[in-house]
Structures are given as structure tokens and as C-alpha cells.
């Protein structure tokens, strides 16, 4: 189902459309994962190149744009591999474009921990991936967004373990 939406919270301010699954109760707790595409980007949602972005919602807060809140809160230099990822890509950047969903896990406490894939560029968005990022969203057992947090840097895509 296609939704169009306005949203003003959480930097996600605008009209978009969004793909938004049927209500369920999944027993994983309230907060749900919808993709947006920008409403002046709609008939381009199925192109390769259409803007797509990931929002976390009916949690606390109302909206979390991933993207967004990736770009503005994981440093990747934290990672112990980032020394050997600069070796060969010295300008090495945590990339917005062609964010992937992996999965839901149930947390610590009954909570809910999103996965995501970010791709690793060296030096823009339109580089070849140098490699990915496997980020958390972590939420606690009332849907209160408990952070962002960087797993692990990868070469290569890797299964989640």
C-alpha cells in the first residue's frame, strides 16, 4: 500500500509517499519500519536511482529517519578495522545511498534492535562500495529509541550471525 504522508518530526519534514506494510501485531513491539520516497520523486520509486529512505516509527520519538541519523551519529573511526579499510581507501565515508534493511532482533530486556547496511565509499555516493556498515537501531521494551550503534565494518557483505 502507498500512503501520502506529510511529516514534520525528527528531520523528515515534507510530503512523501511511503510503502507501508499492513498493521499487524508481530509481537515484536510497536515500532515499525517504513521507507519514504520524496513526493516530488514518485515517478521515479521504481528507478535505480530513486530516493528512497528508511523511517522508524510509532516509537520514542514519533520518527527516526535511519539515514539521517546514521550520517549524524556513527563515527566509523571507531571501529579497530578502519585503520586497515584507510590503507587502501583513504577517503573512506559512511555512505546515505543504498541503505539496506536486514532484519528485526528481540534486545536485551524484550527490547527491538533494527539492522541495517550501509555501504562504505571512498569519496562519494556514486563510488563503487568500499566496503559496508552494519548499524543498530536499538529501541527498549516501550519503544523509546535507545540509540544508533556501529557493529562492525566489512569488506564484503557478511551473513548476519
Do not use: W
Not at 521504481?46 to 523511517?55: I, K, M, P, W
Not at 563510488?127 to 550503534?149: M, P, S, V
Amino acid at each position: 500500500m502507498t500512503l501520502l504522508i506529510m511529516c514534520a518530526a525528527a528531520g523528515v519534514g515534507g510530503v512523501y509517499a511511503a510503502d507501508a506494510p499492513p498493521a499487524t501485531d508481530s509481537g515484536l513491539g510497536t515500532v515499525s519500519l517504513i521507507t519514504v520516497t520524496p513526493a516530488d520523486n514518485t515517478d521515479n520509486a521504481t528507478a535505480d536511482n530513486a530516493t528512497v529512505e528508511h523511517v522508524l516509527v510509532n516509537g520514542i520519538p514519533a520518527a527516526i529517519p535511519v539515514e539521517k541519523t546514521a550520517m549524524a551519529t556513527i563515527n566509523i573511526k571507531e571501529d579497530p578495522k578502519y585503520p586497515m579499510f584507510i590503507k587502501v581507501n583513504p577517503n573512506l565515508a559512511l555512505s546515505a545511498a543504498g541503505v539496506e534493511f536486514e532484519k528485526i532482533q528481540t534486545a536485551e530486556a524484550g527490547g527491538l534492535r533494527y539492522l541495517f547496511l550501509f555501504m562504505l565509499r571512498d569519496g562519494c555516493d556514486e563510488c563503487e562500495a568500499a566496503g559496508y556498515a552494519r548499524i543498530a537501531f536499538n529501541f527498549a521494551k516501550d519503544g523509546k529509541f535507545t540509540g544508533a550503534a556501529l557493529i562492525k565494518l566489512m569488506r564484503t557483505r557478511q551473513p548476519l550471525q
